[in-house]
């Protein structure tokens, strides 16, 4: 039992070039997010999905896409990167997008953006 | 505007002492609150989770109060050990407003154990 994994762990990419960050969870839960964590700032969720079939925007959605593949796994694609990217994003997901249901957690990514 | 404030920044403990960090938060209508270890390089992780009428909640050596009257919450640490390096990241959930989710974070606290 994984938990939440994400890949990649790093990455250093060129300002305009694009990725996709990958997040995939083991424990059947419903909802998952994606939130960005900058130096001297709290987490900030970027988009969410509440269930498979179903995303939404967050507070800093611009520059950010994501696509529920399945149940399983919700990725982030950054389209055109730009420096003010460059930050460590952290996939979580809970049973529901509701109430009393804890997060758990990816372990992040480190992304530069030159 | 949902906020959710956190103190010290940053403290400096030695091993075996006990430490309370502080959380308070303006947020409404209060569902509940969360703290969370975060361990450098890593992602956070659950302590412990309170409604409004819990005022006590307890995981080990951690132990997490709240007070929804004044709408203040802490986080206390007790026989501190070197593992506790970390930060501390206070969160609170709205049934309405905050994120999209209906969090707000703070931006937490730095804690360093030393020998």
């Known amino acids: 039992n994984a938990g939440v994994t994400q890949t990649p762990k790093f990455q250093v990419l060129k300002t305009g070039q694009s990725m996709t960050l990958q997040c995939a969870q083991d424990m059947n839960h419903n909802s998952m997010y994606w939130y960005r964590q900058d130096p001297g700032m709290g987490l900030r969720l970027i988009y969410y999905?509440?269930?498979?079939?179903?995303?939404d925007k967050g507070e800093v959605p611009n520059g950010y896409n994501v696509s529920r593949l399945n149940k399983r796994e919700f990725s982030l694609r950054l389209e055109s990167a730009a420096p003010s990217q460059t930050s460590v994003y952290f996939c979580?997901?809970?049973?529901?997008?509701?109430?009393?249901?804890?997060?758990?957690f990816g372990p992040g990514t480190r992304l530069t953006v030159l | 505007k949902n906020q959710v404030e956190q103190s010290p920044q940053s403290l400096i403990i030695l091993e075996g002492k006990n430490c309370t960090l502080q959380c308070n938060y303006t947020v409404s209508p209060f569902s509940n609150l969360r703290w969370y270890k975060q361990d450098t390089g890593r992602g956070p992780v659950s302590l412990t989770i309170m409604t409004f009428s819990e005022n006590t909640k307890s995981n080990g050596r951690y132990t997490a109060t709240l007070d929804a009257d004044t709408k203040q919450s802490s986080l206390h640490i007790t026989a501190s050990q070197l593992s506790d390096s970390a930060s501390y990241i206070c969160?609170?959930?709205?049934?309405?407003?905050?994120?999209?989710?209906?969090?707000?974070f703070g931006k937490g606290t730095h804690l360093i154990i030393q020998p």
């Open positions: 969160v609170v959930r709205s049934y309405s407003g905050g994120g999209a989710d209906g969090l707000t």
């Open positions: 979580a997901s809970s049973v529901l997008a509701a109430s009393y249901n804890e997060q758990f």
């Open positions: 999905s509440a269930s498979e079939g179903t995303t």
